[in-house]
């Protein structure tokens, strides 16, 4: 298989409340291409998933959305990727507030050696978000209450972050994404190291999630994305395929490409 | 594109989804034949193919159960999505409609017991005998039409129904004219009226099995739409 000449994404790529647009955004990593031309916007309060075979671009197009790319030296992004109405691709952005603004959830669960609070704690404290102690406290029982992991920790705040079981650290580490107060949350494969009862877990918190921030996930489970997203955005070969709402891209794909990945023609 | 797109990664789900669409067309093919038997026997007076009728309905409600347990054990381990998903639901709705369509041609079946027994000449002959007819080529046409994705076909289908609805209407305006003419009539009458209602029923459910395939072909939900919303979802 190759790129399609030519390729207008097909279904609905734009919507009214966008919180996040990009716009023909191509990146390179030194001579190859990893996605071309890709325009999509992302809605306020949604959860879009990002899917597609691997090595497609999805986490390339992800850390696209709050600049983690910059840290590969060889990785070259242009286009327009719009954060409420500012480029966050302007020289003049700081990336450290943007990264708190638009934070990310990696996939395996990566707790900072130091204790459950402190994990927390962390990000207000060098954002400078809590004034005293008492604040700073407040933020982070918000936090892991947020995150759904309050009732399970609160009686050992002080031990180390890395003792926690795999679902619960990965909902540390959504705790600490959350404790910096940011509008957008990005996850890649956050639940591809986690058994299925803690993935129900955290795809009921991205539920709960949804009404205060907004979401893009990426996903290799096509179950999760149909049953935690509500737009789906499908990724071939570094181009954008389809998006439409999830419920259309499981049961009505438009692109040959879409309905032959979901449906287990290829992967 | 240089890829094959029909099979699946998965042999076996190629080979589960292609015996649900077997099973299915075979079950057809058996409601096709009752049905066309329960027709002949009405319109024959032949009381042993009736039997016959009565006898094999058992094996069309197997038939329905075996192949629903067929189709959610897809839905279980395959998790099945787009033309997928839509080819296990409308087996699974088909299947009903044909068990249906088994039961009313056992009704049919017992009503030819009932209506051979009596002296009198049976009425309105030429509708039964037309009705049935055509609602026996309506399931065919139907279960073509799902084997092709055949939406023309389907429609066809759809516009048939039609005028076996506008036959029904006319014959029980027949009926009700005997049964005021001669009220000794009125027994004899209302065994035909439960058979003209019986081949109508089987009509429906043509019907729709035509809108599953519609479904299966375009993902459009067409139940209780008009003829004419049908054909517009088609040509769109
Ligand atoms: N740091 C990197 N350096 C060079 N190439 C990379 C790098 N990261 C990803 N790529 C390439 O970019 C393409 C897209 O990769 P990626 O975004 O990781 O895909 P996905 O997340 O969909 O699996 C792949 O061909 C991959 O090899
Ligand atoms: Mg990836």
Redesign the interface.
């Known amino acids: 298989m190759s790129i399609i000449e030519n390729h207008k994404t097909d279904g609905k790529p734009f919507c009214d409340s966008a919180k996040l647009s990009a716009r023909d955004v191509c990146v390179h990593y030194g001579e190859k291409q990893a996605i071309f031309d890709v325009s999509l916007d992302i809605g306020k309060n949604e959860v879009i998933a990002l899917i597609g075979p691997s090595g497609c671009g999805k986490s390339t197009f992800l850390r696209c959305l709050n600049r983690m790319n910059d840290t590969i030296d060889i990785c070259k992004v242009t286009g327009e990727i719009v954060l409420d109405g500012g480029n966050i691709y302007d020289p003049k952005v700081d990336v450290v507030p943007l990264r708190a603004t638009v934070g990310m959830v990696f996939q395996k669960p990566n707790p900072f050696p130091k204790t459950i609070y402190d994990n927390v704690a962390y990000g207000p404290r060098i954002h400078g978000l809590a004034t005293s102690r008492v604040d700073l406290d407040e933020i982070v029982e918000k936090s892991l209450q947020r995150a759904g992991l309050w009732a399970e920790v609160k009686d050992r705040l002080h031990s180390p972050g890395t003792g926690l079981s795999g679902g619960q650290q990965q909902r540390l580490c959504i705790a600490r994404t959350i404790a910096v107060d940011p509008e957008v949350i990005l996850m890649d494969e956050p639940c591809s190291a986690l058994d299925p009862i803690a993935t129900a877990k955290i795809e009921e918190l991205i539920d709960e999630l949804r009404e205060k921030y907004t979401i893009a996930i990426v996903t290799h489970s096509m179950q999760q994305a149909a049953r935690v997203s509500q737009r789906t955005a499908y990724f071939h070969l570094g181009q954008l395929i389809e998006v439409n709402s999830t419920d259309k891209v499981f049961t009505t794909p438009e692109h040959q490409l879409t309905e032959a990945y979901i449906t287990g023609r290829f992967g | 594109?240089?890829?094959n797109?029909?099979?699946?990664?998965?042999g076996q789900?190629n080979a589960d989804l292609e015996a649900i669409r077997n099973h299915m067309m075979s079950m057809g093919g058996l409601v096709e034949r009752q049905v066309a038997n329960a027709v002949a026997a009405i319109c024959s007076g032949d009381t042993h193919l009736a039997d016959d009728v009565i006898r094999r309905e058992d094996d069309v409600d197997k038939a329905e159960v075996t192949i629903d347990n067929e189709c959610t054990q897809i839905l279980v381990r395959?998790?099945?999505?787009?033309?997928?998903?839509?080819m296990v639901l409308a087996v699974s709705r088909v299947v009903r409609d044909l068990e249906r369509m088994g039961d009313e041609a056992s009704k049919i079946a017992i009503h030819t017991l009932e209506v051979t027994d009596s002296k009198n000449p049976q009425l309105c002959q030429q509708a039964m005998r037309y009705m049935g007819e055509e609602v026996v080529k309506m399931i065919s046409g139907a279960l073509d039409a799902f084997a092709r994705h055949d939406v023309e076909g389907a429609i066809e289908v759809v516009r048939n129904d039609k005028l076996v609805d506008k036959q029904y209407a006319s014959a029980l305006r027949e009926l009700i004219t005997y049964m005021m003419e001669d009220p000794r009539s009125i027994g004899q009458a209302i065994n035909i009226l439960w058979i003209l209602r019986a081949i109508e029923r089987i009509g429906d459910h043509a019907r729709n099995i035509s809108e599953q395939v519609i479904y299966l072909v375009?993902?459009t939900d067409v139940r209780h739409s008009t003829l004419t919303e049908i054909e517009k979802t088609a040509r769109d």
Do not use: K
Request: proline share 5%; aromatic share 10%; net charge neutral.
């Open positions: 594109m240089d890829m797109f029909n099979q699946h990664i998965s789900f395959r998790q099945p999505a787009a033309s997928d998903l839509r375009s993902g």
